[in-house]
């Protein structure tokens, strides 16, 4: 007889106001996914499949509480993926001192569950009103080496199929680089920052592990739901980034934005796009080239051509640092 896996929470770290709170996740059964160092390929390949053949837990009543003891209820969907927003007046009274709003979730019938444990801890990110700006990054070939624009993908299904996470590094200069935009000119690192990625929410730990062990910013990764080639579902609109970069700058009215990107996808027509909508609201734009001579010089006449914003395409982080110190984004 099959031993039955015990169920878990994994909440996705999200962000929102001071007025408005956002808690997003999925409800799954535990599959023993370790993310640990000096794995074999033969075990990154397993914790691989172990993600994206994920038992979700569909339909299912959740229990939401913050640390002044207010609770709510929400619901799984029928992947178990949950989305509660709801407003609620003075958040900033909760947050830590780097914008953080902590709150606990679990399954509201737990007794009727197999569990481990039935408390799991979220995230919130309020950012400061001290801020001098806040950055939007891709993780694809922007920070991550992938593949993107490798022949059929072949570099891309290597990197994340076979390459544990200990074992990937991040592009030169990146995480330096980017401790350098939060803290901006300021005293202390209070710009936030937001991941945005075309990778399904499958990846999302192996992810956050990826950032933690190199030390890039904290900040809510923003990924997309993985579809099924005959799942009937309504095309969205927008492309997923600029969905969810156009999110971010309606939340946030009065923050500005830094963009970085790569020359892989579609980045910087993305972006430029976006800045010549939004006037006077995107700072600067970055497109790390991803050594290709056709799409370097695609980008580049994008950049040339591209008046509203700086926009630079570059090779390495440190010209990308240079450009930013001599504009005014950091000391």
């Known amino acids: 007889m099959f031993k039955k896996k015990p169920l878990r929470i994994n909440s996705y770290l999200s962000y929102g106001t001071i007025a408005h709170f956002r808690a997003s996740g999925r409800a799954l059964k535990f599959r023993n996914v370790e993310f640990i160092d000096d794995l074999g390929r033969l075990k990154t390949l397993i914790n691989i499949y172990k993600q994206f053949e994920s038992d979700e837990i569909r339909n299912t009543q959740l229990n939401i509480k913050l640390s002044n003891g207010l609770s709510f209820e929400t619901k799984t969907d029928k992947e178990g993926y949950y989305i509660f927003d709801k407003d609620i007046k003075n958040l900033d009274r909760l947050t830590s001192s780097m914008g953080w709003v902590s709150y606990l979730v679990s399954y509201k019938n737990a007794e009727q569950k197999i ?11 309020i950012p400061s009103k001290n801020a001098n700006y806040g950055i939007i990054s891709d993780i694809d070939d922007t920070i991550l080496h992938t ?6 993908k072949w570099r891309l299904i290597r990197n994340t199929f076979f390459r544990n996470f200990d074992k990937r590094m991040p592009l030169e200069g990146t995480s330096q680089f980017y401790k350098k935009l939060q803290l901006g000119t300021l005293d202390k690192p209070l710009n936030p ?10 990846l999302y730990d192996y992810l956050t592990a990826f950032l933690q062990r190199h030390y890039f910013p904290k900040g809510p990764i923003l990924l997309r739901d993985l579809k099924h080639p005959f799942e009937k579902k ?6 997923h980034k600029e969905k969810e970069i156009i999110n971010l700058l309606t939340l946030y009215p009065n923050l500005k934005f830094v963009l970085i990107g790569d020359s892989g996808e579609k980045d910087a027509d993305i972006y430029t796009k976006i800045a010549a909508q939004y006037p006077n609201r995107i700072l600067a734009i970055y497109v790390r080239s991803v050594n290709h001579t056709g799409r370097f010089n695609r980008i580049q006449r994008i950049v040339d051509s591209f008046k509203t914003t700086p ?4 090779k390495t982080s440190k010209e990308a640092e240079i450009h930013a110190r001599s504009i005014g984004l950091i000391k």
């Not at 593949?147 to 059929?152: I, N």
């Not at 920052?193 to 499958?202: G, L, M, R, T, V």
């Not at 309504?234 to 492309?239: E, G, R, T, V």
């Open 115 to 125: 569990l481990k444990d039935n408390i799991f801890e979220g995230q919130m990110l």
């Open 147 to 152: 593949g993107v624009a490798s022949f059929m």
């Open 193 to 202: 920052f937001f991941y945005i990625s075309n990778s399904p929410w499958n």
């Open 234 to 239: 309504p095309k969205n609109k927008l492309p």
């Open 311 to 314: 926009i630079l395409q570059v």
